[in-house]
């Protein structure tokens, strides 16, 4: 528990030029979330659901970031920022990435099984950016400032909009996803 606080200290100092020490970074809401959700999710995993539900719910109501004790984080998760941020029971977040706040990592319905999104690792995801759905995010992308997502992201990717398109690497015009599925995959599903 100590190194995975130790650590959360570390990455906020790394990520956030505002943090000047390790002393400040307690007062990080998402240092105070990350430590509450592992608490939440080994409660989860022992299927001792209203406990770990009451912690995740004290959290958010002291830090304003709701993650479901379901959810899966992987290291080095920064949340900067963090109110109005909501990650749900089947979202798989991998290592090194950057949420900011007002994120929304939703289902879509009442689907039952996966029903959230999977964020590969060093991913940064733009304030007020909802990701909905089991879609996929690939490795190293970048998420814009109020993105709608609604389609898995390849990696390296960089999508903005309503709903998201990618911006190509090497030009300024935007594709659709559908496009850039079409041109890349001949049609494949991500």
Not at 3 to 19: C, H, S
Not at 34 to 55: G, P, T
Not at 139 to 156: M, R, Y
Not at 159 to 179: F, Q
Request: with cysteine; glycine share 12%.
């Amino acid at each position: 528990m100590f190194n995975n606080i130790r650590n959360d200290m570390q990455v906020i100092l790394k990520r956030d030029p505002a943090a000047k020490s390790k002393l400040e970074t307690l007062l990080y809401p998402s240092l105070m979330a990350m430590l509450i959700y592992r608490w939440a999710n080994k409660l989860y995993k022992k299927k001792r659901y209203f406990r770990a539900r009451l912690l995740s719910q004290w959290a958010r109501h002291i830090t304003g970031i709701e993650i479901h004790p379901g959810a899966t984080i992987g290291k080095g998760v920064f949340i900067d920022h963090g109110t109005g941020v909501v990650i749900g029971e089947t979202a798989v977040i991998g290592d090194n990435v950057l949420i900011y706040h007002g994120v929304t990592l939703g289902g879509i319905g009442n689907l039952q099984g996966k029903r959230h999104p999977t964020v590969g690792d060093n991913v940064t995801i733009g304030a007020g950016a909802k990701l909905l759905g089991a879609i996929t995010i690939g490795d190293n992308c970048k998420i814009g400032a109020n993105a709608v997502v609604l389609e898995s992201i390849p990696e390296g990717a960089t999508a903005v909009g309503v709903p998201a398109r990618i911006i190509p690497k090497k030009s300024s015009e935007i594709i659709e996803i559908e496009e850039w599925k079409k041109k890349v995959y001949n049609n494949m599903v991500i």
